[in-house]
C-alpha cells in the first residue's frame, strides 16, 4: 500500500502555557511512502516522528493536510477503518491472557462480515506466531516470556488483521543491546516476507540505517530528507542532517570561499570555481581523512586509538566547531600521532558546505546532483 502524506500538520494546545499557544508537532510534513518498502522515520527526541505515526494510523487527526492510503482519502477514517498494525515500544500485552488469546484478540473484536470463523481464527493466530517464530510459546502467559519474545507477541498481534500497513514505535527501546540487532534483523525478514508497507519509528540511526530501503529524517515536524540510507549519507540536503547520521559524527569547521578556493583556517582545502565567495560551514566525514604528507589541511594529532577493526587517530583544529576530530584511517598508512602537526588528504567526496546562515547544502561544480528533500 503506497502512502502519500500531503502536507501533514498536527498542532497540540501547549500544555504549560493557557491561551492560544500550540506546539507544531508535525509541520507541512509533505512526503510519498512507495508499496513495500520498510521506512525508516528518524530524528531527534521531540521532532514529531510518534505524532507523524499516530497520524497515519488515525490515533490522531491532522489539524492541516491529508493522507492517503493508496488513491483512497483515510483522513477522517477511524483507525479500525485503516488496516493498520501497531506496535509501541511498551509492548502493552493482556498479562492474564496466554500468547494465543492475545494475538486472537484483534480478531475477536471484529464485528458482523468481517468477523472470521473460529477455525480461520486460529488458523490465522498460528500462522502470525510462525512469521515470528513463537509458535511454541503459544500457552504460555506474557510475564513467562522474555523481552524479545514478548515483543515478537505484539508483531504478531499486530500481524494477525493482515494490515496493509504496519506501523512500529521505537519498537526495539525495551530490549538489550544484542536482542536489538536480533530483533531488527529478524523484522527486516519479516518485513520482506510480509512485504507489508512499513514505518519504523527509531532515534537510532544505526538501526534505520541498517534495515530500512528508504529513512526519512525529520527536524522539529518537517521531513528534511528523504532517501536510500546510503544516498542520504553520502549526499545530506542540509548541514542537520549531515550531522544527524554517521558515526563517529561528522566533523564540523567554520571555513571560507576566497580567490575560487575553500580554506579551513590558513589552507586551501579545495577548489570553489564559480561559488560566491565569504564564509561557509564545511563538513568532512571521519574516513575523508587520509594522512598524507603532500595533504591539503594540518590537525594537531592528540593520540590514535583502535576499536575493532577500526583506527581513529584523534585531533583538533582551532577552526573546528564540533570539538574532538575523530578520523577513521587505514591502519597501514604511516602516521606519527606525537608529532605538533600531521598533514591528510581529504577525499573530496566526503567535504560537504554549508551556507552559513540557513545551514543548506552548497554544491561544488563537480558534485553530483541529488538529495531529494
Ligand atoms: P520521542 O523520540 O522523544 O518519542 P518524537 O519525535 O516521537 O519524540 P512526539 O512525541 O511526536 O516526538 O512529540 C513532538 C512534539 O509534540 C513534542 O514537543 C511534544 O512535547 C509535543 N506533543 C506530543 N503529543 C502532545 C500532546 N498530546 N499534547 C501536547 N503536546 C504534545
Redesign the pocket.
Known amino acids: 500500500m503506497k502512502i502519500v502524506l500531503s502536507h501533514l500538520t498536527?498542532k497540540?494546545?501547549?500544555?504549560e502555557k493557557k491561551g492560544k499557544v500550540y506546539?507544531?508537532?508535525?509541520n507541512d510534513f509533505d512526503v510519498e511512502i512507495p508499496d513495500g518498502k520498510l521506512i525508516g522515520l528518524l530524528?531527534?527526541?521531540?521532532?514529531?516522528?510518534?505524532?507523524?505515526?499516530?497520524l497515519i494510523s488515525g490515533l490522531?487527526t491532522p489539524t492541516e493536510g491529508k493522507i492517503f492510503f493508496g488513491d483512497e482519502d483515510v483522513t477522517k477514517l477511524p483507525p479500525e477503518k485503516r488496516g493498520v498494525g501497531l506496535v509501541f515500544q511498551n509492548y502493552a500485552l493482556y498479562p492474564h491472557l496466554t500468547v494465543l488469546d492475545n494475538i486472537l484478540f484483534p480478531l475477536e473484536n471484529l464485528k458482523g462480515a468481517e468477523r472470521p470463523t473460529k477455525e480461520e481464527m486460529l488458523e490465522r493466530a498460528k500462522e502470525a506466531a510462525r512469521l515470528v517464530q513463537i509458535e511454541r510459546l503459544l500457552d504460555r502467559k506474557p510475564n513467562q516470556l522474555s523481552g524479545g519474545q514478548q515483543q515478537r507477541v505484539a508483531i504478531a498481534r499486530a500481524l494477525v488483521k493482515q494490515p496493509n500497513v504496519l506501523l512500529l514505535?521505537?519498537p526495539l527501546s525495551n530490549l538489550d543491546a544484542r536482542l536489538r540487532l536480533e530483533t531488527r534483523e529478524e523484522i527486516r525478514q519479516l518485513q520482506v516476507k510480509t512485504k507489508v508497507t512499513t514505518i519504523f519509528?527509531t532515534?537510532d540511526q544505526d538501526e534505520a540505517m541498517s534495515i530500512s530501503d528508504l529513512i526519512i529524517v525529520?527536524k522539529e515536524?518537517r521531513a528534511q530528507q528523504i532517501g536510500k540510507p546510503q544516498d542520504v549519507y553520502e549526499d545530506p540536503v542540509n548541514l542537520f542532517v549531515a550531522k544527524f547520521l554517521g558515526t563517529p559524527p561528522i566533523s564540523v569547521f567554520d571555513a571560507e570561499i576566497r580567490n575560487g578556493g575553500l580554506y579551513i583556517g590558513t589552507e586551501r582545502v579545495r577548489d570553489a570555481k564559480g561559488l560566491p565567495e565569504g564564509k561557509v560551514i564545511a563538513a568532512i566525514r571521519p574516513e575523508a581523512f587520509e594522512p598524507d604528507p603532500e595533504g591539503t589541511l594540518t590537525l594537531r594529532p592528540i593520540r590514535k586509538e583502535t576499536m575493532g577493526r577500526d583506527t581513529s587517530i584523534l585531533a583538533e583544529h582551532p577552526a573546528c566547531v564540533t570539538g574532538t576530530i575523530r578520523t577513521i584511517v587505514d591502519s597501514d598508512v604511516p602516521a606519527d600521532t606525537d608529532a605538533e602537526a600531521l598533514k591528510f588528504r581529504i577525499r573530496m567526496n566526503k567535504l560537504f558546505i554549508f551556507n552559513a546562515e540557513t545551514e543548506e547544502r552548497i554544491r561544488f561544480r563537480d558534485d553530483p546532483q541529488g538529495g531529494r528533500r
Open positions: 498536527k497540540f494546545k501547549s500544555r506546539t507544531i508537532a508535525v530524528g531527534p527526541s521531540g521532532c514529531g516522528k510518534s505524532t507523524a505515526l499516530n490522531e514505535d521505537e519509528v532515534h525529520m515536524g
